[in-house]
Each structure stands twice: as C-alpha cells, then as structure tokens.
C-alpha cells in the first residue's frame, strides 16, 4: 500500500489523534502556568499528608480581621488637617479699627487708647489658633493638624473659637476695669469675626491614604525549613493562616518560577492520560460511537468548552465557580448518547478543574453528587415538567452537600453563606438553557436527540403520511409493532422513544411496491404467482435498501436507518426459500437479508416485535399456551440464527421481551378466563 493510500485509509484515526492532541494542548493552555500549593486544608479537618516543611522563607499573611483592626487604629489615629487663613485676619483687624469707635464712643483720649489696646490683644487671642465656621461639626475626628503657612501645629478641638461661643469666651477674657464694656466689646466681636479655619480634606485623604499604603499585609518571617504541621495534626486557625501564607506566596512566585516547564509537564501528562480514557472507553464500550469522527469531535468539543467556561468565571472572579451549570454537559451527552457516557464525561471535567478551583475537594464533590442525580433522575427534555423536576433535584443536592461541609468545617454552628446559595440557584437557572442548546447541537452537528424523536413520532410527517397512503396495511403494521416494541423496552430499561420511532420507519421501503407484501393485498390473487421464488424474495428483500435510500431522501437520522437495516439481520425469506427447496435446489444467500445484525438493544427489540407481529397474523382464535409457544418459538429461531451475539441485550432481557410481547397479543387477541357452563 502507497504512502498517500495509507494516509486515506487511517484517516479516521488521524483524525482522532489530531482531536486528541489540540484539545490536549488548548486545556493545558487554559490551565495556570505557575507553581501551586499543592496541598487542600480545612480548618477542622486533620493534616492527612506527611509532616510539612516551609519550602523557603515566607512571611505571615494577616487575617482580614486583623488588617481591618489595623486600618482602623490609622483611620482613628492619622492626624485630619485644617488651614489657616492670615488673609482673614488682617482684613478682620484693619475693620476693629475703622467700626471701634462707632462701639465706644465719647471716650478720653486715655481711656480710649487702652481700651482699644485690650480690645486688640483680645482679638489676636481669637486668632491665635482660629474660628471655625458656625455649628462647625468635627465628628468623630480627634487627632487635628493645623497648616499655617509653612508650618504643622497639632491642636485640639477645644483650641478653635465658635462664633456660638463668643460671649461665653469674651466673659473669661474680659476683666475689671473692662467688664463694663463686655456687650459691646461682644456686638462689635460679633460684627467683624469670620471664619478663618477649614477643613482640607482632600490633603487630609491623601494623608490617610499614604499611611494605609504603608500597612503591611505581613507580619514576621517564617524561615525555611521550619516544621509548618504534623501529619495527623488538627488545622485550627493557626495553622491555617501558615498554609495560607505559604499558598500566597507560591502565587507570588509562580509566575516566574525556573519549575515552570515541570509543572507544564506534569499537567499535560494528567490531561492526556483523562482524554486517553475517554478515547479508550469509547472504542471499548461504545465503537460505533468512535468510528464516528463527528461524534467524537461532539463530545470532546462540550468537555473543552465546558473546561474553558470554568476556567474562564474563575479567572474573573473565584467566587462565581458555582454559577456555572456544568451539569448541562451530562445532560447534554446523556440526551445524544446514554447517561454512561455523560457520567464518565462529567468525572474527567471535574477531575481537571480541581486543579484550577479553589477547595478542589469540596468542588469535586459536590460536582459529582450533581452529576450523578443529573443522569439518575428521569430527565425527558421532551417533557418540560420532567425536566423542572430534574432541575429541583439538582439544586437540592447542591444545597444539602454544601451544607454538609459548612458543618464539617465549622467547630460551631453557623449559618450557610446564602450568597453560595445563590450561585446555586442561578446555577439550576443557566441549567434549563439545556434544551435550546441541545437543539443547536442538533443543528450544528446533525445530530438526534428525544426532542427530535419525539417530532419525528408525528404520525402526520411527510413520509408516514405516504406510507398511510401508498401501503396502509404496513403503516397499520407499523403502528402494532411500534406499540408492541415501546412496551417492550420500557421492561428493560431501553430507549422506548427510539424504539417507538425506529418501528414506526422500519418498512417505510414497502413504499416502492406495497402490493408484493401481504399485508397490502386487498384480493385473493398474489402478485408472487408470477414470479419464481428467487425472483419474489428478491423483490421482499429490496425493501430494507430501499428503505435507507428514502429515508436518506427525507433525512431520517442516522439512529433511525439503523433500525431499517437491522430489523430483519440477517435471516432468511423462509416462505420462499422452503418453496424453492421445494421445486429444486435453492441458495441460501439468496433468500438472506445482507444485514447487518442489530447492535443495540433497541434494534433488538424491533426485530423481536415486527417478527412476532407479522406473524401473529397467521393465528386464527389461538388459546394462551398458543401464543406463549408461537412466541417462544420465533424469537428462539432468531437466537439460534445468532441475531442477537452483535448486541449486548441478555437472556434476561430477551426474556422479559418475550413475556411482555405474549400479554400484548393475549390483549389484541381478547383472551378471557373460560367460565364453567
């Protein structure tokens, strides 16, 4: 084989190897490239791990409380600072001396120079330190800088005048032989002061502000090498401040740390090892699934996008991590493929986001409860209720795990952070966009979910509607075995709405020439009379391919032409083949459906239900150890044909099969208790 003829053949599998390798390497750029601790504590919780040393000098981290006591103490205790107007002062001081003798007039020349004189140092006494405006307020403010000019003085509250003041101060200042003259020297006061002091408070702010910078987040040096915790040791606060300041620091040096590319290496082997089982249980469990590139492609593109969703919300802020609905992805599988599927695509999610999530533990957790009452619960995204009831379900187990670690992680009770709580809720509320993106994915990816099937379970679709036209009595037929098939599947745990719909499109090949099939033949006379038995069983075999074709036409998908290839497997007309042993000898090949077998339950199923249905026909008023040996008897020729070895339906199933199709025909067929004469 050629070079470029190998390339062709194993393209599929190049395919898959391109897959695997881009997605590999964009979740690893998506993951932190620094250093982490690698360790996850709990206040409460004892340290399993052995004993820990300080890997390098670190200093103490403060607790929050700490550093809010701290910011307080310099909020009390920084000066708030006021300036000091000299402008205001002289303007003051030049109008005491033009009103002074409107205030004190007809005095001696004398007398008036020493009043004028008091009255002065008086006044200069007032502005010593200032006047504040009226009603001046100064909260809670204790520690007051004055600025005068170029010059800081520390002053007190008390210092300043208040113009509401001024009498009671003039009271203490003026004294004999001037105490007669205290209420003018109070009215002409009165008249000339203005507030010459105010606050600066945008120095003032500026001033806080530097002294907050010079807060430091630390305290001490832990040197390295000192035992940090013991194994088995009860993480109480103490040393959960030591793990976190250990944890911080790493953060800090991550960024530029020479083990960089190690820690690169060491994801990139964990994430290819996650990817590789998915691939691996794939081809193991579900090879139809793996053959199928765009299948494949589907489900790593929703665990990437759910990855790099995660990765995104905690990059922007931590807290949000439980905002995010990644029960959507076990849904969205679990509603394209089945729930197995959907659970081990969950695990591997969550599994790599406990690298990047804060208190992994926790996170994983309480993700895997989620997801597993996510696949467990009966979500029928076809019914809206069913889906509001799995949505509930979800938000309740969200709810109760968290609850579980809060207890678990505090000594005493408290209650739940309701913010959480609503992370959850609106976790359970992005959750319900399930259903329209699901019929994206159906778009994008031509893909088939139960909404689908539950549109193509119309009666009324195009093409039943020209097999109700063209071939009534194989539509009739179609209807019984869909019947027979759902009732069927639903004692097994099968997909009964898959089933329903695969039975309803199985014959739609007798379209092409309803009259050659028995069920259509309205007259006695049989169109196969014309025809050798060769040439008859040809014509009933040409059914399944023309089946495919028309379904193809009308794009049926994929899930569904399986079923018009696998209803008959590979068995034989027998009717015209025992009547051409008859007339001669007879090929067996020739009178044998190409197949394939059925590959799954449901396709199991059908073959069972349209075999034992379009036989019944041939009973005519059959007791009830009649049918249960007619069945028996058909569906043991089939097993005995190997039919089902290509499927992992078991001798159970088949059984339970085999005793819901007998109470269906003893139903068709009226069956009573025989009263006594």
Known sequence: MSFWKKIIYHQGSLFKALLFLSSSLFVLWLFPKGISFQYEYQQGLLWQHENYFAPFDFPIQ?????????????????????????????????????????????????????????????????????????????????????????????????????????????????????????????????ELLEPNVSFDKTFSNEVLQRALEELLPTRGIVPQGTLIISKGELLD???????????????????????????????????????????????????????????????????????????????????LVYAVPLCILPLTLKAFFDPRLGLLSHVITILLLGFVVPNSYEFIFIQFNAGIITLQSNAKLHHRASLFLSVGQIFLVYVLSYLAFTIIHNTQFTLPDFQVLGYFFINVLLTLFVQPLIYLFERLFVLTSDVSLLELSDTNSPLLKELSDKAPGTFHHSLQVANLAEAAANAIGANSLLVRVGALYHDIGKIQQPSYFSENQKGTVSPHNDLTPKQSAQLIIAHVKEGVGLAKKYNLPERIIDFIRTHHGTSTVYYFYKKAQDQGEASKTDFQYAGPKPFSKETAILMMADAVEAASKSLRAPNLPEIEAFVAQIIARQMEEGQFNAC????????????????KLRNIYQLRVEYPK
């Open 62 to 190: 403060k607790t929050a409380d700490e550093l809010s006591a701290e910011r307080e103490e310099i909020e009390r205790n920084t000066d708030v600072y006021y300036r000091y107007n000299s402008k205001i002062v002289v303007e003051v001081q030049q109008q005491y001396q033009e009103k002074f003798d409107t205030y004190f007039p007809e005095l001696r020349p004398q007398e008036r120079t020493a009043l004028f004189a008091f009255g002065q140092d008086v006044l200069n006494t007032i502005y010593t330190v200032g006047v504040l405006p009226l009603n001046w307020d100064f909260g809670s403010q204790k520690n007051i800088s004055l600025i005068r000019g170029n010059t800081e003085q520390s002053v007190i509250a008390s210092d300043f005048i208040r113009l509401e003041n001024l009498r009671q101060f003039l009271s203490e200042q003026v004294a004999p032989p001037f105490d007669a003259y205290l209420d003018a020297f109070y009215g002409l006061f009165f």
């Open 648 to 663: 992992a339906i078991t001798l159970q199933e088949i059984a339970q099969v085999q005793s819901v199709l007998i109470d």
């Open 237 to 319: 606060e103490a040393k959960v401040i030591l793990l976190s300041s250990i944890e911080q620091e790493y953060d800090i040096r991550g960024g530029s740390n020479d083990n960089s590319l190690r820690l690169l290496v060491g994801y990139a082997i964990l994430i290819g090892l996650s990817l590789f089982f998915l691939f691996r249980f794939l081809f193991t469990y579900r090879p139809k699934v793996y053959r199928n590139n765009k299948e494949v492609t589907f489900i790593v593109l929703n665990i990437v996008l759910m990855l790099a969703l995660t990765i995104s919300v905690v990059n922007y802020n931590e807290a």
